[in-house]
């Protein structure tokens, strides 16, 4: 009995005070009083100290499993990786026997000093990020494992992993050129440390179908999992696709439906004072300039928006990126609605279930209509995810749509989901417009069906050295049809064509390694045709700045590119002051449409090889490219390769390595998409 139950039990006695007097009784309960203090002080530092204990090793729980453990690891950008971890934690946990545990860990909260060499099983799904970087909450973990791997080269600590098995698959696309290069690096890294792979390096490419990337290395995996003796196995056997399909359980958060006084709706950013430093954190900004770039002649969209920063803390450098948090249009969220067939003014909580089992990451904040909820937080054109279709036949009051569903679900509909949904990018409404009975619960559509709308990225038009209370953004209005024969409107540049000065936006700054040299005498080349003019224009303001002050700068070479001078030649008069007051040394611009032959950037830059190559050899100058992955970036690594070799006399394969040593040295620099 604790100090401070025996002195209730003596308090309450019947005949405890009436047989003592009362300095006595004062003298007791002081006396008890005290020892209770100080026991309980005594429980708490012992308390404190444990925690603490814990905390230092990085440990939750210091008790072991009793089978085999397996830890998934995921970097991601846009949850794609978390939920690859999650997907497979399930499955494995369908196939082999429970004896095993599994843990899924943001990679960002894993102390892998302390524990990666302790691990039995470890699986990295790693997402590329811009150039071959890697994501927001993988940068610390990845550093430290490329930096082990060469000292394991160099002959330190080569076999620090020899008791870990692992397995990873990269996330990319190969639109960039390096695809999937941090799955790669984690993959020889994990080797230098003498850890066994247990399958091949799995790449997924975003720009086809990287969803049917994941199952062929998954049924690679599995494949060689059957074959060890790394996890515990089910009796009898693996069960079948089918039946691992039937056992799975459908993701989804608890609903709690609100009417009369309680429906009413909270914005999660009214008065928020979040520091804009992260996704976690966003700042509510004003925008304070909203106008079009291109003229009235064009039949596109250019915008230049100015967000207002004053007195928000926020922080940025030229060269650095924003992130906004945009909303779905009001046509698509009314089409939504109906597919669903509920009211979008229908009012409601989401909460994670007991125990979570299928852990879901934490819903959004509510009370929320339906209508905030699809405007806000469901990404409604992403791509159908195959994860996605057991739960749309369980939702489904029609047999046989149910069993079609559940046929491009599994691995005998691999084909037919590949044509009919990954290739043309066929999104979660187009499908369930074609299986209209499909209803799904709220809870399921937002646990395992609508992929959380995510923030979208813009490098910032901008420096603070000449606009230090205001972000600029310039923004190509996105409207197209897709495969599908689909009218797409592109999610942010539409939010922001619809906004007004004086609307608030939701924003953080993500800071980049695209910056201007240190030495301001360095010759820079700036190559970035249509929207890639952004960041050179915040270079371009702070090379300004700098001149003013009485700094010496070296000189600048621009490329810029567009279709015709008079529809989307942007910010023409400013690159025009550049260009007279000394900032902006040669501008070259090639018009695309202007003349019978197209003339781009590239072209340009071919025309100028013998400055180029002379800035790049001779100078130690940097180059940096802006813009469209697909194409431009590409072209213009063949130019600047091609020059190399005409102008330097390099072979082909000399040029590949100087390029590769200008990017490894920072003076080859891309921000692309």
Request: glycine share 8%; aromatic share 8%.
């Amino acid at each position: 009995m604790s100090a401070h139950a025996e002195l209730d039990v003596l308090l309450r006695s019947g005949n405890f005070v009436p047989t003592l007097g009362l300095a006595s009784v004062v003298l007791i309960v002081l006396s008890a009083i005290v020892f209770f203090l100080r026991h309980r002080k005594a429980s708490d530092s012992s308390a404190v100290v444990a925690g603490k204990a814990l905390q230092q090793k990085g440990v939750a729980d210091t008790s072991e499993p009793a089978g085999p453990k397996v830890t998934l690891l995921y970097g991601t950008q846009t949850g794609t990786a978390e939920r690859f971890a999650k997907q497979l934690k399930n499955e494995m946990s369908s196939r082999y026997s429970d004896s095993n545990h599994y843990a899924i860990v943001d990679i960002e909260d894993y102390k892998a000093e302390e524990v990666l060499c302790k691990e039995q099983l470890v699986f990295f799904l790693m997402a590329t990020y811009g150039d071959g970087e890697p994501t927001d909450n993988a940068a610390d973990f990845y550093n430290w494992l490329i930096k082990a791997g060469k000292e394991a080269e160099a002959g330190e600590g080569q076999s620090l992993l020899k008791d870990v098995s692992y397995g990873v698959f990269g996330l990319g696309n190969k639109q960039y050129e390096h695809f999937c290069a941090v799955g790669h690096k984690v993959h020889a890294a994990m080797e230098q440390l003498g850890a066994q792979p247990v399958v091949r390096r799995g790449d997924g490419d975003d720009d086809v179908d990287i969803d049917a990337d994941f199952e062929s290395w998954r049924t690679e995996l599995y494949s060689s999992l059957d074959a060890s003796s790394l996890l515990d196995h089910k009796e009898g056997g693996v069960p079948s696709s089918s039946a691992i399909m039937a056992e799975a359980s459908i993701p989804a958060y608890t609903v709690q439906l609100l009417s009369g006084s309680l429906a009413q709706e909270a914005d999660p950013l009214k008065d928020s004072n979040n520091s804009g430093s992260n996704a976690n954190n966003p700042y509510n900004a004003r925008i304070g300039v909203l106008r079009e770039l291109h003229t009235k002649k064009s039949d596109r969209s250019c915008l230049h928006v100015e967000i207002d920063i004053r007195d928000s803390g926020v922080q940025y450098e030229a060269g650095d990126h924003v992130g906004l948090f945009c909303e779905n249009g009001p046509g698509i969220v009314q089409d939504a609605g109906r597919i669903l067939g509920m009211s979008l003014d229908t009012v409601f909580n989401l909460q994670l279930p007991d125990g979570n089992p299928d852990e879901l990451t934490p819903p959004f904040p509510g009370p929320v209509s339906l209508r905030s909820a699809l405007a806000r937080y469901a990404d409604l054109w992403a791509p159908a995810r195959k994860a996605c279709f057991p739960a749309l036949a369980a939702s489904a009051s029609d047999e046989k749509e149910a069993a079609r569903l559940r046929h491009l679900a599994s691995p005998e509909g691999k084909a037919e989901f590949s044509d009919w949904v990954g290739s043309p990018r066929r999104s979660l409404l187009e499908v369930m417009l074609a299986f209209p009975s499909c209803k799904p619960s709220l809870g399921a559509f937002f646990g395992i069906m609508a992929p959380r709308l995510q923030p979208r990225f813009y490098s910032i038009s901008s420096s603070p050295k000449q606009y230090p209370n205001s972000i600029h953004v310039t923004c190509a209005v996105v409207i197209d049809t897709t495969a599908t024969g689909r009218h797409h409107e592109g999610v942010c540049s539409n939010y922001l064509k619809r906004m007004s000065v004086g609307d608030r936006i939701p924003i953080f700054v993500r800071h980049s390694g695209f910056k201007l040299p240190k030495q301001m005498g360095t010759p820079i080349v700036m190559v970035g045709p249509g929207t890639g003019l952004a960041p050179f224009r915040g270079f371009l303001q702070e090379r300004a700045a700098l001149l003013k002050s009485g700094v010496g700068l070296g000189p600048a070479y621009l490329f810029f590119g567009c279709r015709k001078k008079s529809q989307d030649y942007i910010y023409e008069q400013e690159l025009a002051m550049y260009s007279r007051n000394g900032v902006l040394q040669k501008l070259f611009v090639a018009f695309s449409r202007d003349a019978d032959d197209k003339v781009y950037v590239q072209n340009q830059m071919q025309q100028q090889a013998a400055d180029i190559t002379e800035v790049l050899s001779q100078e130690g100058g940097n180059v940096y490219v802006c813009g469209d992955a697909k194409r431009m970036a590409k072209d213009v690594h063949a130019a600047l390769l091609d020059m190399l070799q005409s102008t330097s006399g390099l072979s082909s394969s000399d040029a590949e390595y100087r390029m590769k040593d200008l990017i490894n040295s920072s003076r080859y620099q891309r921000d692309v998409w």
